[in-house]
């Protein structure tokens, strides 16, 4: 099999490519449990981690993932850089890359920056979120925790519930789980469901008007964080109604499937989308998909270093 | 690397020598190590643990107990990440005991440029501080690129390096044997170095 050296999203992605990512996932887990966390393995590899967004979890993962990987990482952040003296995006990566970089590592407002970056860059490219496109890190270490909760991902019921149309963890986790034979519905207010996503999978993709039917059809139920400037455009009355109608609580998982699971991608906003008490219930494996998060990135980073590669079977040194 | 393309020059083992060189093996181990106390098997995937089980089963009835066996995997240590080759498929590494103090039998199947076992050596440093570090291989292939020798070993052979000593175990190929065979397409040498 021959893999790409980029991530830009898991749209696309084969199923044989996903299940080697969180096969090798599982081995760097092991890895992070030994006395001596860390190992060789990117040794001289330099990798830039580009956030032109706030970020805390995904960039803390991601260098995180770097250091137990012994590769040299710099991070970038907006402010106080030459972007917020006006240079452009593509001439700022051309010029980190002339400094000799392997991989970069970029979360960027603008749905598509990781595709553009991928088009004028020769190091490998890893999207760690794009607008309101993709965030294939996050749906690979969400399907890495359900594989480990169910042992399985195919044919298993995931309902994402929330703001699916602005949501780029929506979007991968749609498409990897569709690809992974999973079966996926969406959820959420009229206004933050897109239109594009369902007819896109021709109706493979279940739609629930009542996050009710959707907890009670569910075997993992993942709870999208509700970006509270929705309520400023006017996509929503208010908060309180949203958490009403669409919050994921105690009392609506009494209905539920008594080994169902509840995922969320941070950070919270208790008390709206999720109730305080579930976040840190027996039914939350919010902390399960943190650790699994630094897991999976190594197993990226791993995976996508050193170009275009055949991977094969066997050690012959 | 296997690769499929080869042709057998000569039959090192067969399923009755190797059994016996296995036997001889685990008594030496006991032998040298003066019971089995301290000890503990580290393989080295795929064929490494196929081996350290067999010989965990021959020691069983001469200090009856079992020993320990955890499983190596050196993919994450190896010294070609910067070169472009291909990428290998990572398996499961799985020490579930605690190595500190220990005597442990490292144990693989082909020795030759030792790079593997510089790897393994490094891994299982992270894992702790053993009392010793012993390597056990079925075959001794020369062709050393680092100064590394096997404590036990079943058979030294001489070999060129366009040949190449494939190991069979029941348990991974379905019958047991070890063969000096030549690769027939130039991949395999070039995996190899």
Redesign the interface.
Do not use: C, H, W
């Given at each position: 099999m021959i893999?790409s050296k980029h991530l830009l999203g898991l749209e696309g992605v084969q199923r044989e490519e996903i299940s080697?990512i969180l096969?090798?996932a599982?081995?760097f887990k092991?890895?992070l449990t030994?006395?001596?966390p860390?190992?060789?393995?990117?040794?001289?590899?330099t990798i830039v981690n580009l956030f032109f967004e706030a970020s805390t979890r995904t960039r803390i993962s991601f260098e995180l993932a770097e250091k137990r990987l012994s590769a040299d990482s710099i991070n970038f952040t907006t402010s106080g850089s030459s972007v917020a003296k006006g240079e452009t995006l593509k001439d700022t990566v051309r010029n980190i890359e002339a400094m000799k970089i392997d991989i970069v590592v970029i979360r960027h407002q603008a749905s598509g920056a990781a595709h553009f970056l991928a088009q004028c860059l020769d190091a490998g490219v890893i999207n760690a979120g794009d607008g309101q496109h993709e965030h294939p890190t996050q749906g690979l270490l969400d399907m890495m925790t359900l594989q480990e909760k169910f042992g399985r991902l195919q044919g298993l019921k995931v309902a994402i519930v929330g703001d699916i149309t602005h949501s780029r963890v929506a979007r991968s986790n749609i498409h990897g789980l569709m690809t992974m034979g999973a079966a996926v519905a969406i959820c959420g207010p009229a206004t933050l469901l897109p239109r594009d996503i369902p007819a896109a999978f021709g109706g493979d993709l279940i739609v629930f008007k009542k996050v009710d039917e959707a907890i009670r059809w569910a075997d993992a139920v993942n709870v999208l964080r509700l970006q509270l400037e929705r309520q400023k455009s006017g996509l929503l009355p208010s908060l309180r109604e949203y958490a009403m109608h669409f919050g994921v609580t105690r009392r609506r998982l009494e209905a539920a499937k008594k080994d169902v699971v509840i995922m969320h991608p941070g950070p919270i906003n208790r008390g709206v989308e999720l109730e305080s008490d579930l976040a840190d219930s027996e039914f939350s494996v919010i902390l399960d998909q943190v650790t699994n998060g630094v897991a999976v990135r190594m197993a990226v980073l791993?995976?996508k270093?050193?170009?275009e590669?055949?991977?094969?079977?066997?050690?012959?040194? | 690397?296997?690769t499929s393309d080869y042709k057998i020059k000569a039959v090192l083992m067969d399923d009755k020598s190797l059994n016996r060189t296995l036997s001889r093996l685990a008594h030496q181990i006991v032998e040298s190590n003066r019971g089995a106390e301290n000890l503990v098997f580290v393989g080295i995937?795929t064929r490494g643990v196929q081996i350290a089980e067999r010989l965990i089963e021959k020691i069983e009835p001469i200090e009856g107990r079992r020993l320990p066996l955890g499983m190596l995997?050196?993919?994450?240590?190896?010294?070609?990440?910067?070169r472009?080759?291909?990428?290998?498929?990572?398996?499961?590494?799985?020490i579930p005991f605690d190595i500190d103090g220990k005597v442990v039998m490292l144990v693989d199947d082909v020795l030759?440029?030792g790079?593997?076992i510089r790897?393994a050596l490094?891994?299982l440093?992270?894992?702790?501080r053993p009392a010793r570090i012993q390597l056990a291989v079925l075959i001794d292939r020369g062709h050393r690129e680092l100064p590394i020798e096997a404590d036990f070993i079943g058979q030294e052979v001489k070999t060129t390096a366009g040949e190449e000593v494939r190991v069979k175990l029941k348990n991974v190929d379905g019958e047991d044997g070890v063969y000096l065979v030549e690769a027939l397409s130039e991949t395999k040498i070039q995996?190899?170095q």
């Open positions: 893999i080697l096969k090798t599982q081995s092991e890895v030994r006395p001596i860390k190992v060789p393995t990117l040794r001289g590899k791993y995976l270093s050193g170009g590669q055949e991977v094969v079977n066997g050690n012959g040194l | 690397m296997y995937l995997d050196i993919t994450f240590y190896r010294d070609d990440m910067l472009k080759l291909k990428k290998p498929r990572v398996q499961a590494t799985n030759y440029t790079r593997t790897a490094d891994a440093m992270d894992f702790g995996a190899s």
